[in-house]
């Protein structure tokens, strides 16, 4: 069984980050914290997000499973403020149980069957590099306006965000002493989807620090915290493997 309760603040970031990449998901409730992994229908995007006890309101929790839709959790924390209290209750059999103030929502659980969690990859990625969430989010979006691909390129000394369109190109460039850390034996680029990214810029645009760990047409690891470092999140990315030099 489960008895929750959070901040819609916290429920919102937790099922805007999920539904980046999949429109329904596993709930994995312990007695130390909230774990959800999910990856997109077409295997680019994967997502692992880590919640403890410590981050709600009320955390009294039996192990528990619970397969939810992130459309009927949406709909009911877009009607609270950020300081609300919403509540969520299962006991194994019936429905899942939830409420905001006067509001009451009872909603089926998906079968867990037809969810399986994916494996996340051992990746070992050699280079990193760490930012502000508003720069970054900010130099996604800039490139989202010339084209979807964007490519990452970094040296030793610069981190490079670069989009070619067929008559404009966006490129924005992090010198190292503007980086909060960047890690880099030889240069590296690889290109992505910003049909994946900018969406989740929108999730850490208010982050204080954000990771990014590829290499030369390797997949793309993201990493970032939220609730003071009780919530985390790894955000996996498929590269395009497509280049076009610059």
Known sequence: ????????????????TISIVVEEARF??????????????????????????????TWEVEQANVGLEMKKLKELISLGSADEIISMTYDGKGDVLMNLGKIDRSSRPLDNNTLNPPNLPNLDL???????????????????QVGDLVTLSIDPEQFT???????????????????QAITCAAPAKSQYSLTYLVPLGKIFGGIDSVTIAFGENFPLAMDFTFSDGSGSVKYFLAPRVEQEGY
Do not use: W, Y
Request: hydrophobic share 45%.
């Open 1 to 16: 069984m489960l008895n929750v309760k959070a901040r819609q603040e916290l429920l919102s970031r937790i099922v805007d």
């Open 28 to 57: 994995d409730f312990s007695e130390d914290g909230l774990s959800v992994r999910v990856v997109d229908p077409s295997h680019v995007a994967m997502v692992k997000l880590d919640v403890d006890a410590v981050a709600f309101e």
């Open 126 to 144: 050699p280079c990193t590099v760490t930012l502000g969430g508003a720069e970054l989010s900010q130099a996604f979006r800039a490139a989202r």
């Open 161 to 179: 965000i670069h989009v070619s369109g067929p008559n404009d190109a966006v490129t924005v460039a992090f010198g190292q002493d503007e980086l």
